[in-house]
């Protein structure tokens, strides 16, 4: 009964591959994001979007793509993929005020080889 | 530029003590500050926030301090168990979306 779920959990591919990480949150939140956790550890983010509606959007090459189907999902689509987009890829999302905080999904280790 | 930093990568405490975790920031406009643990191959869980209009709040063992003249803010765990030992992270927000990160402290609480 996990509240946020990513799939896959690791995902190992070659260079110029596409490839996709989907996101749920089960909690009825409004807004989702994308963060990423980089080899130096910093966690920073993508892109945010609620109800469906793209609202932050960081510098992100354009190869990465968000997509919304519905307030309860948010996936993201990398094209052509590089070495240097190896990293920890954290699905999130947050409901009114920040009480409680973000739920964070457990993350998709992405390797490119 | 990193706005929000954590100068102390790691921390090791006895069990039973005080872990006192540090993270100072740059941007004076954030207003509110909160603190994540973390656990390998698990996702950052929220542990406890702060009002940039409060210096202090207290859950449990955790107490979060706020001093915005020195953009500071401290997490405070007393007593230190073995299950705390994690990563932890703080984080900042400007208007209620995204949040600047730094870049963790792992606690290691020793028996």
């Known amino acids: 009964d996990t509240a946020v779920s990513q799939t896959p959990k690791y995902l190992v591919t070659q260079m110029g591959n596409d490839k996709s990480i989907k996101c749920e949150q089960n909690l009825g939140h409004d807004t989702m994001y994308w963060y990423k956790q980089d080899s130096k550890k910093f966690l920073k983010i993508m892109f945010s979007y609620n109800n469906k509606e793209l609202i932050i959007n960081e510098t992100v090459p354009n190869r990465f793509s968000p997509k919304s189907p519905d307030k309860a999902h948010l996936n993201l689509h990398i094209n052509s993929l590089e070495l240097g987009d190896s990293a920890v890829y954290f699905c999130a999302s947050s409901g009114d005020g920040f009480n409680y905080g973000y739920t964070f999904g457990s993350g998709t280790r992405l390797t490119v080889v | 530029d990193q706005q929000v930093k954590q100068n102390s990568p790691s921390l090791s405490v006895q069990e039973g003590r005080i872990s006192i975790l540090n993270c100072d920031y740059t941007?004076?406009?954030?207003?509110?500050f909160l603190w994540y643990k973390k656990y390998p191959a698990e996702g950052p869980t929220f542990l406890i926030s702060i009002s940039s209009i409060k210096d202090k709040n207290e859950d449990g063992r955790f107490t979060v301090f706020l001093n915005k003249s020195a953009k500071h803010l401290s997490l405070h765990i007393v007593p230190s168990q073995p299950g705390d030992s994690a990563v932890y992270f703080c984080?900042?927000?400007?208007?209620?979306?995204?949040?600047?990160f730094g870049k963790g402290t792992s606690l290691l609480v020793t028996p």
């Open positions: 984080a900042a927000s400007l208007g209620g979306y995204a949040l600047n």
């Open positions: 941007n004076s406009m954030f207003d509110y």
